[in-house]
């Protein structure tokens, strides 16, 4: 298991637990985390799955893949932070990730 702290547009934090080898995705749909929609089912074909990665978790999640940056043109406020929750994979090295987000998804 690993950690995920969501933090929330008005700074309230939710941390949840998620298997290894789960999208943050998934733990924010099975943990109902406000903001993350995820319309899709994980599929990367929408953007309400939007997240911003903070910035000391931004190199251990990695680069978004050209179907996740052709994804992303659809969502609200992107910054180089900007990733979709579908596309990160819990890992070990992952544990303790924080995420926030965005307020266009409220």
Same mark, same amino acid.
């Given at each position: 298991? #690993?950690?995920?702290?969501?933090? /929330?547009?008005? &700074? ?8 290894? &080898?789960? $999208?943050?995705?998934? @733990? #924010? ?7 993350? #929609? ?8 929408? @953007? $309400? ?6 910035? @000391?978790?931004?190199?251990?999640t990695?680069?978004?893949? /050209?179907m ?8 609200f406020?992107? /910054? ?17 990730l ?6 266009? /998804?409220?």
């Open positions: 298991m #690993a950690s995920i702290t969501f933090i /929330q547009p008005d &700074g309230t934090e939710n941390v949840v637990d998620a298997e290894l &080898g789960m $999208t943050v995705m998934e @733990a #924010a749909v099975k943990n109902s985390v406000r903001g993350i #929609a995820a319309e899709c089912g994980g599929a990367c074909a929408c @953007a $309400t799955c939007h997240v911003y990665v903070e910035e @000391a978790w931004r190199e251990a990695g680069q978004p893949e /050209q996740e940056e052709d994804m992303l043109d659809f969502a406020d992107i /910054q180089p932070s900007s990733r979709l929750s579908c596309q990160i994979k819990m890992s070990e090295a992952l544990d303790g924080k995420v926030r987000i965005p307020e266009k /998804q409220f």
